[in-house]
């Protein structure tokens, strides 16, 4: 699910029972606009402590929910304060802007205001360990081809018959590959594959007493191209 707040809603009217999990490439995205917003581009890539910052808060979707304010308390620690306690950022600065930014949207506080996505929504811990997908982009690839095969050269909406005959197609393919999918699974590419066991096996043997370690090798698992 993508983070917009009236299609939650609606989502939550209409199905109201069902489980809601956010994309957590959508979820970085709008963690790298604000970066692009606040004009923090460069500082991303110099590699330096915001850069630590950035990949470490990302990494707080693969943390347990009951365990993510402590992890966020661990981070700020390590690399928002200087040795002798004192923030390294200054009020009003892009970086502390960031970091208000991903507390007020994101994280929320522990008996205060909370977040404006909840943290069990964007939060994938349970997906990783259990070898599920945390994306929407396959959805998202469907979505633009329909798109495609629907559209006309004038811009305009298909007519209704032809929308009909198409979705009518659609989901005889649709049927058919989920009866293939039931005997032979569907393929990652090779590195994806590799990197979702990887996160996998990290989930599955999770310690809250290593969370800090744990929370970074997570965070090596970065890739720019989600964003």
């Not at 993508?2 to 994309?23: P, W």
């Not at 304060?81 to 970086?95: I, L, Y």
């Not at 990652?188 to 290593?210: G, S």
Request: charged content about 25%; aromatic content about 12%; some cysteine.
């Amino acid at each position: 699910m993508d983070f917009e707040r009236t299609l939650i809603a609606s989502f939550e009217h209409h199905y109201n029972l069902a489980e809601k999990h956010g994309c957590f490439a959508h979820f970085a995205r709008a963690l790298y606009r604000r970066v692009q917003k606040l004009s923090l581009t460069r500082k991303y890539k110099e590699e330096g402590a915001f850069t630590a910052i950035f990949d470490m808060l990302k990494s707080l979707a693969y943390i347990p929910t009951t365990n993510i304010h402590a992890a966020f308390d661990a981070v700020m620690l390590r690399y928002a304060r200087n040795a002798d306690g004192t923030d390294k950022f200054e009020v009003g600065s892009s970086e502390k802007r960031f970091i208000e930014y991903f507390v007020q949207t994101w994280l929320g506080h522990i008996n205060g205001r909370r977040p404006m996505f909840p943290n069990e929504l964007w939060n994938c811990f349970d997906l990783t360990r259990e070898g599920k997908s945390k994306t929407t982009n396959s959805l998202e690839a469907w979505h633009n081809a329909l798109k495609l095969t629907l559209g006309s050269p004038d811009g305009k909406r298909p007519r209704f018959w032809k929308w009909l005959r198409q979705m009518k197609k659609e989901c005889s393919l649709k049927e058919a590959e989920l009866i293939r999918l039931q005997s032979t699974p569907m393929k990652l590419k090779t590195a994806d594959k590799r990197i979702a066991q990887q996160r996998k096996e990290l989930a599955e043997n999770y310690n809250p007493m290593e969370m800090f370690q744990y929370l970074q090798n997570q965070a090596n698992y970065t890739v720019i191209d989600q964003f």
